[in-house]
């Protein structure tokens, strides 16, 4: 496929001045004042008013962004470190005052009441949550969370080992969890749990740091604890807690036995009489995908992909390399992970990842796309509320687009059997991965419920979580290590209780594949792009219905899910 060599064209600022320099506190304190003087007379200028605070949101968030992007990239250097930290605790930290001053403004408004219900009922609900949630004594306290955050990052990302003779990041030693070789594969484990363990009191005491601030914000809020605190700061109108302690039951009862089943085929392929941690990825025919050679093939080869599921998100994908906005590739210093950081302002979102040639780089690539892909639908949006979807709507975006892109993995693939295999991986991954999410919401509910724990109860508690949702591996002789293993989740430590929306998701994914499957093509993907459009202009649960979808966790859902798998995985030869 040919592609042209057209680059993203950032957009031009409708309120305020192009030349206007926000990485200055004074000049961003004076535009804040204006707006805070701005005289509201009518609906219309309410609506503009909001769309004013909408593109100062974008142009601050473009900044916040490019100096995220630019830490990531060298997590190593401690002066873009510093660079980012100074931003947003001299610039971005201030402006929130004035963010809840903005959102009283609309809130207080006789003219809120002359609004369209059905266009901006979505964004009272938002904004009258902002308002209940602001205590300008927790500005501090998360600019302090932000830094140590950042500091776990950090260290993380400059853990290394020498595997025959070679320095190697944890995450270029990935592919070797998957080497034929079991004694390879243990101690390749083995060098990166040790590797952890000599982090073990480090990051259980930055971690102690960080509960510390969150308990106290959620306090200055009136919570009696940081998870109930932590379930309305993100919105989560259209669920309860105990909605997702049900999910977790039913991942138990529906989920695990079809996995332990798998667990006892593996045993039986590989032909030994205990399935250990390091059994878990290998591959059971022995074979290992390697879907590129080189970054610039993966990521023509991801283009193409997408161009074939919808032209407009193939020359999409090609505009974001063109323009520089993608990083791939794994190195020495650079952090762990991978995200979609939507540039409100460059009208173009970057990728972040670190691709070392095994087939996950492939699903990655495309989930970040799914993202992508939203952040383009969402780009016109003005109003900036509407354009900052909850994570249980991002990663249905993204999630989905690993399966509407899954049968047409053999552009990386020309071997039909390498084609089957990471098709059928994926299916199975999908059901793989949610006791794993389980075990890390379950574990974060725990801590904040129990605040006053040690690290000993908190190490156990993980342990036995390990225990509960255990597909059929043995941790005999391994008890230590099965304790530290929540330390390599960086969400635990960097965004605290984001992680049970990729369950959700993936239970969303699911649903949208089994109906492009079963529903045709054509509708599924229609409403998948529905689904994009909306953004987060309106609730979760109706986004979801946009898409075609239950927003279910319950037992019954899961098992329809479960069983739509088994079917698929016949199908694949």
Request: net charge negative.
């Amino acid at each position: 496929m040919n592609y042209t060599d057209e680059k993203i064209v950032k957009r031009q600022r409708t309120f305020f001045s192009d030349d206007l320099d926000i990485t200055k506190w004074e000049n961003v304190e004076r535009e804040l004042k204006k707006l805070e003087a701005e005289k509201i007379n009518s609906a219309d200028d309410l609506i503009e008013f909001m769309e004013k605070t909408g593109e100062f949101d974008d142009m601050l968030g473009e900044e916040m962004a490019q100096r995220y992007i630019k830490m990531t990239c060298f997590a190593d250097d401690e002066e873009i470190e510093k660079q980012y930290n100074e931003f947003y605790s001299g610039v971005m930290a201030k402006v929130r005052p004035y963010e809840f001053k903005f959102n009283k403004k609309f809130y207080d408004s006789p003219f809120r009441q002359e609004l369209n219900e059905k266009e901006y009922g979505h964004l009272n609900q938002i904004i009258s949550n902002d308002i209940e949630l602001f205590r300008a004594e927790n500005i501090p306290l998360n600019v302090k969370e932000r830094e140590l955050a950042n500091k776990y990052g950090g260290s993380f990302s400059k853990l290394t080992v020498t595997y025959k003779g070679e320095e190697k990041t944890l995450s270029q030693l990935a592919p070797l969890m998957k080497d034929p070789d079991r004694k390879v594969r243990e101690e390749v484990w083995n060098l990166r749990i040790n590797a952890l363990m000599g982090k073990r009191a480090e990051f259980n005491q930055l971690f102690d740091e960080m509960k510390k601030l969150r308990i106290q914000q959620a306090k200055n809020t009136g919570f009696e604890n940081y998870r109930d605190y932590m379930h309305q700061r993100k919105g989560r109108f259209s669920y309860t807690p105990a909605d997702i302690y049900k999910f977790h039951d039913a991942v138990e009862k529906e989920v695990l036995p079809f996995l332990r089943e798998l667990s006892e085929e593996r045993k039986a392929k590989l032909g030994v009489d205990k399935l250990r941690p390091w059994d878990t990825l290998v591959d059971l025919d022995g074979k290992i995908l390697k879907p590129f050679k080189t970054i610039d093939e993966f990521v023509d080869k991801g283009i193409d992909i997408l161009y074939e599921i919808k032209p407009e998100f193939g020359i999409r994908l090609n505009l974001m390399k063109n323009s520089d906005l993608l990083d791939l590739e794994n190195r020495k210093g650079k952090a762990p992970g991978g995200y979609n950081y939507h540039l409100a302002e460059t009208g173009a979102p970057f990728i972040f990842m670190n691709a070392v040639g095994m087939h996950q780089n492939v699903v990655t690539l495309l989930h970040e796309a799914g993202h992508a892909m939203h952040s383009f639908a969402t780009n016109d949006f003005k109003i900036g509320a509407y354009k900052n979807t909850p994570s249980e709507v991002a990663e249905l975006a993204s999630m989905s687009m690993e399966f509407l892109s899954m049968n047409l993995w053999n552009k990386y693939y020309s071997d039909e059997a390498d084609f089957n295999k990471a098709r059928k991986d994926q299916m199975q991954g999908a059901l793989s991965f949610l006791p794993w999410c389980m075990i890390v919401d379950a574990f974060q509910h725990w801590i904040y419920l129990n605040p006053d724990h040690t690290v000993e109860e908190r190490e156990d508690f993980f342990a036995s979580l390990m225990d509960r949702f255990n597909t059929g591996v043995d941790w005999s002789g391994l008890e230590d290590f099965k304790k530290i293993m929540w330390l390599f989740q960086l969400h635990i430590f960097e965004v605290p209780f984001y992680y049970i929306e990729y369950g959700m998701s993936q239970l969303g994914a699911l649903s949208v594949y089994k109906n492009y499957k079963l529903s045709g093509k054509e509708e599924a993907l229609q409403k998948y792009e529905n689904f994009l459009a909306l953004g987060y202009s309106k609730p979760v649960n109706e986004l979801y219905e946009a898409a075609g979808l239950k927003f279910d966790f319950s037992a019954q859902y899961v098992k329809k899910l479960v069983d739509f798998v088994r079917e698929e995985l016949k199908e694949i030869k």
